[in-house]
């Protein structure tokens, strides 16, 4: 079945960039979604992009999409200590592990 | 409000006990799902449902049963088969429209029932 894999763990400094990487095996899909997680809470959608762009921009959020190496990244700009949280890359219904970004001061 | 709500948000169970685990939506979707989610290893799927009186095994649907006799509810039975039921169950839905194959549409997520089984 579809695998959806990313690494676990990223820890950055505030006001840095950060940069969370994806990588999907199932090529059929219209969208490609990043959701953020905050503890003990449901999963909401950050941001998303059709499967025919390269990149989406969407104020600190960027998406970059490498359908050729099946390879989806999101970039946070300015990255802030509320942004601390996991981060779950998704090929619907599929779900990556997510990784447990932490942004220090 | 619209919405997808999920309760209760802390369950206590005993070994060897089923218990539901209720989701509701008001959204009019089609679809809806049900994720287990363990520390360190993402959303596992356990079922998902696309239409009304259908549903279809997920990844790990053993010692789990579901129901959809309405479009708003998809209910979750943890069964007593089920060997590591505590976890963080999540449940979502999304349009789905017939036609365009599951999983191309924003799935919308409940805040999540943990149940733990002492």
């Known amino acids: 079945g579809e695998d959806v894999e990313q690494s676990l763990f990223l820890s950055v400094r505030e006001g840095d960039s950060s940069v969370i990487n994806c990588t999907y095996t199932?090529?059929?899909?219209?969208?490609l979604y990043w959701y953020k997680q905050e503890p003990g809470a449901g999963l909401q959608l950050l941001t998303y992009?059709?499967?025919?762009?390269d990149m989406k921009q969407d104020q600190r959020l960027t998406v970059l999409l490498n359908k050729k190496d099946k390879h989806l990244s999101l970039r946070i700009a300015d990255t802030q200590t509320g942004d601390s949280a996991i981060y779950f890359c998704?090929?619907?219904?599929?779900f990556g592990a997510g990784t447990r970004l932490t942004v220090k001061p | 409000d619209g919405g997808i709500t999920q309760s209760p948000k802390y369950l206590f169970r005993k070994e060897g006990q089923n218990v539901t685990l209720s989701c509701e939506q008001n959204?009019?979707?089609?679809?809806m799902y049900w994720y287990r989610q363990d520390p360190g290893q993402g959303l596992r799927l356990i079922y998902y449902?696309?239409?009304?009186?259908?549903?279809q095994k997920g990844d790990i649907a053993e010692g789990y049963s579901v129901s959809r006799e309405k479009k708003e509810s998809f209910p979750l039975t943890v069964t007593s088969a089920q060997k590591n039921p505590t976890a963080f169950y999540l449940c979502?839905?999304?349009?789905?429209?017939?036609?365009?194959?599951?999983?191309?549409?924003?799935?919308?997520f409940g805040q999540g029932t943990r149940l733990t089984v002492v």
């Open positions: 199932d090529s059929s899909s219209t969208y």
């Open positions: 992009i059709f499967s025919n762009m």
């Open positions: 449902s696309q239409i009304v009186n259908d549903f």
């Open positions: 998704a090929d619907l219904p599929t």
């Open positions: 979502a839905s999304s349009i789905d429209p017939a036609g365009t194959g599951l999983g191309n549409t924003e799935a919308f």
């Open positions: 959204l009019n979707h089609d679809a």
